[in-house]
DNA sequence: AATAGAAGCAACCGCTGCCGA
DNA sequence: ATCGGCAGCGGTTGCTTCTAT
């Protein structure tokens, strides 16, 4: 007897999602919070399976989403992050607020990658390439998952913060491996360290003007203290996500007038 | 202006681990 | 101890946009 799919395919929608379809998760999961993904669809009438709806909760339509690119301190401790946990992609993530795997994930195969590659290391050992290719040159698509679990679990729990790994690692030794990129960042940052470039990284993402920040939590949003709707709370709630969805197709419209404004200023 | 190729990104797929029965 | 259901994760795909010719 084989596992029941996680969702009948037959008839549900695919690809790219509607403001519609965005509007009626978004309105379902603000108001009755999220139990189990596989009813959301069904019980928000939504003809999509309910990874889907999950995935597009997480990666689009979470409150507490930043949106806009990664900057460069972000980048950096990217890189930093990726040298000590290898493709643990959501391991990285918890580390910036508001940002999602997926987006780190794509931003590391589509920027850092080549970022590295062009500064002659190798983003999957983080080594410079000659030296990767003297110790293993079938592995270079494998990431190196062992070496970093151990690592991690020499870290103790998994769930340690930046600060905690870094307070352990700055008291013992460092690997080869993070040496370089860590010596190659402090180059790069006029010789900051690690923990200044926590605090930057801290600074960044407060005063950062360019990102999509409403003062209201997922947890707050989803606290079942708030259940008790009074149709005053449900006209509010209704309100705030109307005007989150009128904030998304803004943010569009925005990015667009910049783009032009870019090309006009750079036409002249 | 048209086209091909490259780059970027959103979404999907399939595997894994956790949890409860 | 085993099994099924589920969420979460990382790899991959494919569509859209950008850039070079």
Redesign the pocket.
């Known amino acids: 007897?084989g596992?029941?799919p996680?969702c009948d395919?037959v008839g549900?929608?695919?690809?790219?999602?509607t403001i519609e379809e965005d509007h009626k998760l978004m309105s379902f999961i603000l108001n009755n919070g999220?139990?189990?993904?596989?009813?959301?669809p069904k019980l928000a009438g939504l003809l999509?399976?309910?990874?889907?709806c999950?995935?597009?909760w997480?990666?689009?339509l979470r409150p507490d989403l930043k949106r806009g690119?990664l900057s460069e301190v972000e980048e950096n401790q990217i890189i930093q992050l990726h040298s000590r946990?290898?493709?643990?992609?959501?391991?990285?993530?918890?580390h910036f607020p508001g940002r999602?795997?997926?987006?780190i994930?794509?931003?590391w195969?589509?920027?850092i990658k080549?970022r590295l590659k062009q500064l002659g290391l190798d983003p999957v050992t983080h080594k410079p390439m000659e030296e990767k290719d003297e110790v293993s040159e079938k592995n270079d698509?494998?990431?190196d998952?062992a070496s970093s679990k151990q690592q991690e679990e020499s870290n103790g729990e998994r769930g340690d913060t930046l600060d905690t790994v870094q307070e352990k690692q700055t008291g013992g030794e460092m690997t080869s491996h993070e040496a370089s990129t860590d010596d190659l960042l402090n180059e790069m940052l006029g010789g900051s360290s690690d923990l200044e470039l926590g605090l930057l990284m801290n600074q960044q993402t407060k005063t950062s003007s360019n990102t999509y920040s409403p003062s209201f939590s997922l947890e707050d949003s989803l606290n079942p203290s708030m259940g008790e709707s009074s149709s005053l709370q449900d006209d509010c709630l209704q309100q705030w996500v109307d005007c989150t969805v009128d904030s998304l197709l803004l943010w569009d419209s925005l990015n667009h007038l910049e783009?032009e404004l870019f090309f006009l200023e750079n036409s002249h």
């Not at 549900?12 to 999602?17: S, V």
């Not at 999220?34 to 959301?40: D, L, N, S, T």
């Not at 946990?85 to 918890?94: D, E, F, Q, T």
């Open positions: 007897m596992r029941q996680c395919k549900l929608k695919r690809g790219p999602w999220i139990q189990c993904w596989r009813m959301v999509r399976c309910g990874k889907s999950r995935l597009r997480i990666n689009y690119a946990l290898g493709n643990r992609w959501s391991k990285i993530a918890s999602t795997d997926n987006e994930k794509n931003h195969n589509t920027r080549k698509t494998v990431p998952l783009q």
